[in-house]
């Protein structure tokens, strides 16, 4: 098993991309707690500690310094914690929130799935956490598209078509990211959800490896039990449309030539 208490990051291309049977493919795993979504708050969080950081480091130094020296009568307008005190109690507030928690509940290796954050953010939390294990997701944005119609005609309203042009947005930003080379930082199992479902035998061993787990100790009948909504909506039966029965206005979305150009490089058809 990896190191008590290392973090395992699932990200994907927006909604509907296969995060949540990973997430719980990993979560069978009786050792491992993967925390749900939560809106990209923590990126936020992230983002201010970057902030910090850049304060502390252009102009909290010299007040330090200053302080040091001649206390209360130094130019102390931009005296600010040093770099390793910041990064303590942003990883502090993490530990708080998500590791004591699983460790309470006897699951050491804890992890987290967003479907909004780009390798940026990723590169922001392996500063804090050196083991950071890192799985993106992607699909195929026409299927994406496909069950995000379903969610729109059947969640009254929660889902709206503003959402979905929301997540094309963010499959275009992650998929940029599924491609990009490999810079330095933790990491990255790049895994399309065709080939996770197609083979799900040879991805838990891919997947096992990435992270340093046991594949024996996942449960295998969690790919067999395919969940597509919360328990409102689970009674209904799956309605998803054929491509060619969207509207138009829904397909066009993918006609940006950009996305286009996503589409094909992540190996996908781009032809109708």
Not at 69 to 74: A, D, F, G, I, W
Not at 141 to 168: I, M, Q, Y
Not at 192 to 199: G, N, P, S
Not at 236 to 249: A, F, G, Q, V, Y
Request: charged share 25%.
């Amino acid at each position: 098993m990896t190191t008590p208490h290392t973090p395992l990051l699932i990200l994907a291309a927006g909604q509907r991309c296969g995060s949540t049977l990973l997430q719980r493919l990993l979560t069978s795993h009786p050792g491992v707690l993967i925390w749900g979504e939560h809106g990209g708050q923590l990126g936020r969080i992230l983002e201010a500690a970057d902030g910090l950081l850049s304060w502390s480091r252009e102009l909290g130094g010299d007040a330090r310094v200053e302080f040091s020296q001649n206390s209360y009568q130094s130019w102390m307008a931009n005296l600010t914690p040093d770099r390793d005190l910041i990064l303590q109690a942003v990883r502090r507030f993490i530990d708080t929130l998500y590791i004591e928690p699983a460790v309470r509940l006897g699951r050491p290796v804890w992890g987290l799935k967003e479907v909004r954050y780009t390798l940026t953010d990723v590169r922001r939390l392996h500063v804090l956490y050196p083991d950071l294990a890192v799985i993106l997701l992607i699909r195929d944005p026409r299927d994406v598209l496909r069950s995000l119609d379903e969610w729109e005609r059947k969640t009254n309203g929660r889902w709206t078509r503003r959402l979905t042009e929301d997540a094309v947005v963010n499959w275009r930003r992650v998929a940029e990211d599924f491609l990009a080379p490999p810079e330095n930082g933790p990491p990255v199992l790049r895994l399309r959800y065709e080939d996770f479902v197609a083979d799900p035998g040879g991805s838990c061993e891919i997947i096992a490896r990435h992270t340093g787990l046991d594949a024996g100790a996942f449960d295998p009948n969690v790919l067999a039990t395919r969940l597509h909504v919360g328990e409102e909506f689970a009674h209904l039966p799956r309605d998803i449309r054929k491509w060619h029965d969207l509207p138009i206005s829904l397909r066009q979305l993918l006609d940006p030539p950009q996305i286009q150009s996503l589409i094909q490089a992540c190996g996908y058809q781009t032809s109708d």
